[in-house]
């Protein structure tokens, strides 16, 4: 069974931090890669972070420096620690599994909603 639970999101004054957690069945979190994207009121979906199978991690630009992905393999779990928070980075966050490497993300969670208040 595939599926993808998240959690973590809330509301935040800038500057502050927020830790999301997508909790994965086994099956999933065997994937190639496991991603983090975002999507803000009025815009299409972004990149945010993703961790492969192999440990590497991938950020996009808006966001380096100031988020870090990490996963636990015994939990099943993957975290996206979000610090410096601003008010750009308001959006609806939902992890993903891209379950191999030829694939792009074929499953996605239902979204935990972050809002940063300025």
Same mark, same amino acid.
């Given at each position: 069974?595939?599926?993808? +639970?998240? @959690?973590?999101?809330?509301?935040? !004054? #800038?500057?502050?931090?927020?830790?999301?957690?997508?909790? #994965?069945?086994?099956?999933?979190?065997?994937?190639? #890669?496991?991603? =983090?994207?975002?999507?803000?009121?009025? /815009?299409?979906?972004?990149?945010?972070? @993703?961790?492969?199978?192999?440990?590497?991690? $991938? $950020?996009? &630009?808006?966001?380096?420096?100031?988020?870090?992905?990490?996963? &636990?393999?015994? /939990?099943?779990? +993957?975290?996206? !620690?979000?610090?410096?928070? /601003?008010?750009? &980075?308001?959006? *609806?966050?939902?992890?993903?599994? !891209?379950? &191999? =490497?030829? /694939?792009?993300? *074929? $499953? =996605?969670?239902?979204?935990? !909603?972050?809002?940063?208040?300025?």
């Amino acid at each position: 069974q595939v599926s993808l +639970v998240e @959690s973590g999101g809330g509301l935040v !004054q #800038a500057g502050g931090s927020l830790r999301l957690s997508c909790a #994965a069945s086994a099956r999933t979190f065997s994937s190639y #890669a496991m991603g =983090w994207f975002r999507r803000a009121p009025g /815009k299409e979906r972004e990149f945010v972070a @993703s961790i492969r199978r192999s440990g590497a991690t $991938y $950020y996009a &630009d808006s966001v380096k420096g100031r988020f870090t992905i990490t996963s &636990d393999s015994a /939990k099943n779990m +993957v975290y996206l !620690q979000m610090n410096s928070l /601003k008010p750009e &980075d308001t959006a *609806d966050y939902y992890c993903a599994a !891209q379950t &191999d =490497w030829f /694939k792009t993300y *074929d $499953y =996605w969670g239902q979204g935990t !909603q972050v809002t940063v208040s300025s």
